[in-house]
Structure formats: C-alpha cells, structure tokens
C-alpha cells in the first residue's frame, strides 16, 4: 500500500519569497514516481513536476524544484520568487512500480500568496 | 496535442436519481483512463481505473459504476444517487504502460451537488 501526507493544510509566503511544501510519502515498492499537481479555484489539476525514486538529482522546473530525501521518504515542492498566480492548492502524489499506473494522493496544500 | 473533455461542468440532481458523466480524450491512442472524486478541500480519491476498452477496475465500493465503451470515451454512472455522491468528479488520462515517469492528464471536473 501506498500513502502521502501533506501536514500542511494551508500555507502563506509573501510575494517574491520562496515557499516549501511538505510532502512525506511511504511505499513498499522499490522504484516509484513521485508528482506535484497544481489546483487552481478553477479546479482543473495542472501537473508541475516528476521526481523518480532512482534519480540522482533533484527535479527542477522552472521555479519548481523538488527536495528529495530518499532515506527520510519526503519530496517537499519549492517554489521560488512566488507570484500571486501562484495560489492554489497542492497535491502530492506517487505511482508504484507494482500498482499498474495508479496514483495516490496527498490530501493537499492550500498556499497562499499575499502580494 | 492531446485535450481532455469532461460534460457536464455542473450537475444537480435529487437523490435517487440516475447519473451519467462523460469524458473523452482526442489526440492519443490506448490511454489509461481515471476516474477520480474530490471532496471539498481534500485529495482525489481513485474511483475507476481502465486500461483499455471493457477493462475496469474498481478501487472503492459504491453505488457508482464505470464503462469504457471506445478507445478514448470514459463514461461514470449510477443509477440512484446518494447526498454522499456530491463532490467534484475528474477524469485522468496518463499514456498507456507502466511507466513511473508518466504523468496524468486531466480534465476540467464536473462539480456535482445531490440534493
């Protein structure tokens, strides 16, 4: 089985700041995929970026990157220079190597960003 | 490029009626398809997942159900609807296989209120 905690419901960062966002995760499977997706009010679910259980480097995209600490089972999402486009909420999810391409999801983070 | 459409965009129906939500994919082949439902402020929840056409499965026991009658068509259904139905349905595509690096693909959500 699979699970994601994300233990921060909400979260404010000041414009032009940087903001982390926690993601732990636990799995049994030896190789997975780990994936933030962005929901604005909106709702639609936008992907921001993909980190592989073997990679060696952390994932970067943009203003996005990924902290990934193997041995502490966390993916926390950073966001540089946030703007005000920037608030919504967060989730973290992950894929195992051993559940056919199924997603679990954290139960998200709302940020904030106050200009 | 690939575009996901999912109809309606909002729904309010009486308890005990039928329901039927649709989404389609254009621009692949073979896709794995999802259903997902959000409640207010919380994660997805996986409700279905296909693989190809007939082929469902079923992550959560309820009175909803799945088809996939085409390649790229994904349809949601229940035949009476419970308050506890409400919530916002996504749809998800992700390219067909097991690969970890994939990402899904989503739609823009039908939010559905049982009344």
Known sequence: AQKITQTQPGMFVQEK?????????????????LFWYKQPSSGEMIFLIYQGSY????????????????????????????????????????????????????????????P | SQTIHQWPATLVQPVGSPLSLECTVEGTSNPNLYWYRQAAGRGLQLLFYSVGI????????????????????????????LLSDSG???????????????EQYFGPGTRLTVT
């Not at chain 1, 480097?57 to 993916?75: D, I, P």
């Not at chain 2, 079923?58 to 790229?72: G, H, K, T, Y």
Request: with cysteine; charged share 20%.
């Open chain 2, 54 to 81: 007939g082929q469902i499965s079923s992550e959560v026991p309820q009175n909803l159900s799945a088809s996939r009658p085409q390649d790229r068509q994904f349809i949601l259904s229940s035949k009476k609807l």
């Open chain 1, 55 to 114: 990679d060696q480097q952390n994932a970067t995209e943009g203003r996005y990157s990924l902290n990934f600490q193997k041995a502490r089972k966390s993916a926390n999402l950073v966001i540089s220079a946030s703007q005000l486009g920037d608030s919504a909420m967060y989730f973290c999810a992950m894929i195992g190597a051993t559940n056919a391409g199924k997603s679990t999801f954290g139960d998200g983070t709302t940020l904030t960003v106050k």
């Open chain 1, 17 to 33: 700041e940087a903001v982390t966002l926690d993601c732990t995760y636990d799995t049994s499977d030896p190789s997975y995929g």
């Open chain 2, 88 to 102: 916002f349905y996504l749809c998800a595509w992700r390219r067909p296989g097991t690969g970890l690096t994939y």
